[in-house]
Structures are given as C-alpha cells and as structure tokens.
C-alpha cells in the first residue's frame, strides 16, 4: 500500500483516473463526459465521487469497477467510489474536448444549454447537415436517440440532451 500526500497524489489520480473511459462510448473519459466529479484524500482513503449520466444507468457499475480496479493497480487499495445524484448529471458538464470526440466517433453531441431547442442544433456529424430526422427514439442505447441525416443519408446516434 502508498501512503499518500495529498497534494502530488491528487493529479496523479486525476491523471489515473482520466484514462476510464465510458464503456457505452470509449472515446469518451469520464472526465470529458463530466462525470467524475471530485476525488478526495482522508486519512490514506481516496473517495472518487461520481454522477450517473442518469439514475441507474447500467454503465455506471462498469465505471465504478473501472474506476477501482485502475486505482488499485497503481497501488492504491482504499478507494471508495460515491456516486452522487445530487446536483443531476447534465448534458452541459460534458467537456467542449469531449463534445469535438463524440462528433469524430459519429454520435451529435448534445445541445449545449439551449435544450428545448434542440431539434434545430443537431446536426449531422458525419456532413455538418442541420437537416436531419429523429428515427427512434432509442438510439443503441436510453441516452442517444437515432437520427437520420436528409443530406447525406447516414444514420447517426444523438447523444441526448439531459
Ligand atoms: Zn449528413
């Protein structure tokens, strides 16, 4: 087991920790989707808060077990990882970095705080189009929806807007 020093080993777990992708989507770090929220260190304890994209979202057990399993192989053995429901996970934490990422895997990233309005800024990542069409609600999972671009055709997953 390290003992820790709190100030070197708080970025070196932020650096750790910023390599747990989300298992639905890995380009995307937890980090880059917002919800890695806080890492601590108490007394050689090292809580990581985390919140759900949404309440019970099946990844959410992958990450934690991601998140643990890549702490203790550098070496750190007490980790606790809360996950925190309160404030709400939101489309807006997500990362201007991560949004560019999603674009590049083919997924439009969400509308940023004008959700209401977000039929008129999806836009198609593959072509740029605005001119798109919602297929399905459900996308290959709850948090996209599946879209179709009318320029170029190409169906496309929504990362949808929270
Ligand atoms: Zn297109």
Redesign the pocket.
């Known amino acids: 087991m390290v003992s820790l020093d709190q100030q070197t080993d708080l970025t070196r777990l932020f650096d750790l920790l910023s390599s747990v992708v989300d298992p639905e989507i890995p380009v995307l770090s937890l980090q880059d989707l917002g919800v890695l929220r806080d890492i601590s260190v108490t007394d050689d304890v090292i809580e990581v808060t985390i919140t759900p994209t949404y309440a019970g979202c099946p990844a959410m057990n992958t990450m934690q077990a991601d998140i643990e399993n890549k702490l203790a192989e550098a070496g750190y053995q007490q980790v606790t990882v809360r996950q925190s429901l309160s404030p709400a996970w939101t489309t807006d934490w997500m990362s201007e970095n991560g949004r560019e990422k999603l674009r590049r895997y083919g997924i439009a990233p969400p509308a940023t705080s004008a959700c209401g309005q977000q039929k008129s800024t999806i836009e198609?990542p593959?072509?740029g189009?605005a001119e798109v069409k919602r297929i399905s609600e459900f996308g290959s999972t709850a948090c996209k929806a599946l879209y179709q671009?009318k320029?170029?055709l190409?169906p496309f997953d929504y990362f949808k807007c929270i």
């Open positions: 198609c593959q072509c189009s671009c320029d170029c190409e």
